[in-house]
């Protein structure tokens, strides 16, 4: 039997949605503390590597959270598969975040701390929750200021922010109630 899109959206509201954020609150922090005791060259690449490994960490703490993303008997969903869209937009945007790090590397911090926490406004739609708003909006207003106030302190201050913002949501999101559709 078919499931219609309203189903399978209802489906998808549904999930604890804690492993993926979980993964970006645990590489942040490790960023984080990378900045506070390392080299800016160090800093540097526990960003890319760190929030390239988000995704595969998220996969790994999903068995877990009792989300399991490998599990290959769940029905297909397609909000599954807009939401991996979404995580492939926000690599996409290292196209952005290259070439303005090439002219500044301190801007790596600003440019992947926003970016790459975009993915949260289409998953807000999705899941017809304000939390993903709140992630993607309070990020950009935050790691922006901090970037700007605090410029000798990027590697650290940035990632801190971001991490503070991961705590709330997952607090958020795990004292959601579950909106049914109508």
């Not at 410029?151 to 607090?171: D, E, K």
Request: glycine letters at 6%; charged letters at 15%.
């Amino acid at each position: 039997m078919q499931r219609t899109l309203d189903e399978q959206r209802l489906e998808f509201s549904n999930q604890k949605f804690l492993a993926t954020p979980l993964a970006g609150l645990i590489v942040w922090t490790i960023i984080g503390i990378v900045g506070a005791f390392f080299s800016d060259f160090i800093a540097v690449w526990s960003i890319f590597i760190g929030t390239g490994s988000i995704v595969y960490l998220g996969l790994f703490l999903s068995k877990y959270t009792g989300e399991n993303f490998l599990d290959k008997t769940k029905p297909k969903n397609e909000f599954d598969g807009l939401f991996f869209f979404t995580v492939a937009q926000a690599v996409l945007v290292y196209a952005i975040a290259i070439p303005f790090f090439l002219q500044d590397y301190t801007s790596l911090p600003l440019s992947v701390g926003i970016l790459t926490g975009l993915m949260w406004l289409p998953f807000s739609w999705i899941i017809r929750h304000w939390v993903g708003i709140f992630h993607t909006v309070s990020r950009t207003i935050l790691v922006l200021a901090l970037w700007y106030l605090l410029p000798a302190y990027r590697f650290v201050a940035i990632p801190f922010a971001i991490v503070g913002i991961y705590i709330l949501t997952l607090v958020i999101l795990k004292n959601r109630k579950r909106k049914t559709l109508n």
